[in-house]
């Protein structure tokens, strides 16, 4: 079902579609989903009779917020007590196709599944997106997403492989190859974390190549936090000498079900397959278009292990205001925004990992790694945040830098952290998600 080369659209009929039609479209599966889950699923059961919701309660789109949130503790649960997969599964397990669960990042990983009808879908939306950033026919898509149980990697590689790209599957590893790629065959797209690209770049700078010697064209980078934030983009576009995009997905939802278009006008969400709300957390309300909410997303067509209102802990704005490239398709300016996991607490301030990597990638001098040290002073038994960066080889580590870089930070956090500088290439670079906050907190003494 590929659409000629030259149209702007993979799949015009649906992404041009206008709101009314959508919102139909989308109630209809909404309504379908919440039927086989309350009739299949013994988790959805228990939920919706506890509070005495039927599924013929949803009658209209803004009905989904009488659905209970699902939280990642509540699937980590039904998976001990209903070994090994719970009872969030409502297709029959002979319809089941590929296991993905969560990376366990954060405890035990939740396992999710795809059948084959999850497996079409995912790999038509992806090519939705990828098509929507200028990937083509012919194109070299350099694969840098982990492949195996992360949803990214295979998503990615279905869709170039239906787009009809020849597929460098290399994963997220072999910095080195990753750059003698670039140059043969020359890789004309590449998808990778933010900061598995950055380092990529690292590694070109290092053997002497510049962007101008490789016909690599266009990337896509997410995984974690990254090309929403200008300055990330900025340098991945600079020292890589492409136009970079963003894309998001997580495991529980399903791989790329957002990437930006052309118009690098936020992320586009595949909204035929996921309903998207923005919750404030305090009133659990639908906040404003542009309010600042927790990203709640619901699958309207996943088969195995659908989920109805998952509360992703992802702080995003959303808009339904037609794009610059004519989809109708809402989006989120600027990206993910942070994630409430995450948030660091601070002489009773709230600041972001992704605040402080905006100050540190403002610095020249500062390279793109830096880590966030949360210790416990022995004297007070006060909380310390320190933040770990690398000055840049013919950098100098003055204390007037240091200084310069604390004040920078202060007005962006509104707290002081402590600075510590470290020299050029000590901080672990990483293939895979970059790890930001080092907790070495004295738990007893914290409590
Ligand atoms: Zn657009």
Partial sequence: MNPPRK???????????????????????????????????????????KIGLKPD????????????????????????????????????????????????????PVNTIWTRRDVENITQWTARMMW?????????????FAYGLWVAGLSVHYAAKAIGCFILPIGASLTDRQVDYFMNPGATVLTATPSFALYIAER????????????????????????????TRKRIESRLGIDAYDIYGLAEIGPTCAAECEAKAGLHWAED??????????????????????????????????????????????????????????????????????LIIYKGENFYPLQVEKVVK???????EFVIRLTTNPKTGMDVVTVVAEYTVGAANTSEFKKKLQKALRDDLIVTPE???????????TTFKAKRI???????KAS
């Fill in 132 to 144: 929507s950033f200028g990937t083509r026919p012919g194109d070299i898509v350099q694969n840098g």
């Fill in 438 to 444: 080092e907790d070495k907190r004295d738990k007893a």
């Fill in 204 to 231: 070109m700078k290092e053997r002497g190549i510049s962007p101008d010697d490789i016909p690599l064209r266009i990337g896509t980078f997410g995984g974690e936090g990254g090309t929403g934030d200008p300055l």
């Fill in 273 to 342: 397959h996921i309903l998207v709300e923005i919750i404030n957390p305090q009133t659990m309300k639908k906040c404003k278009p542009g309010e600042v909410g927790i990203l709640v997303q619901t699958h309207l067509t996943k088969e195995a292990t659908p989920l109805l209102r998952y509360w992703t802990n992802d702080n995003a704005t959303l808009t339904t205001e037609k794009c610059a490239c004519g989809r109708t398709h809402a989006r989120s300016v600027g990206g993910i925004l942070g994630r409430a996991d995450d």
């Fill in 57 to 108: 309660d949803i009658k209209s789109l803004d009905d989904v917020l009488k659905i209970p949130p699902v939280h990642k503790k509540e699937m980590r649960e039904e998976q001990i007590n209903y070994p090994p997969f719970g009872r969030y599964a409502v297709a029959p397990q002979r319809d089941w196709e590929e296991l993905h669960p969560s990376s366990g990042t954060t405890g035990v």
């Fill in 419 to 429: 600075v510590e500088l470290v020299e050029f290439g000590t901080l672990q670079r």
């Fill in 7 to 49: 149209s702007k659209y993979y799949d015009p009929e649906i992404e041009t579609m206008d709101r009314e039609q959508l919102e139909d479209l989308q109630l209809k599966r909404l309504k379908w989903q919440v039927r086989r889950c309350y009739e299949n699923a013994g988790f959805y059961r228990e939920r919706f009779d």
């Fill in 362 to 368: 403002s610095f020249s001098e500062l390279s793109d």
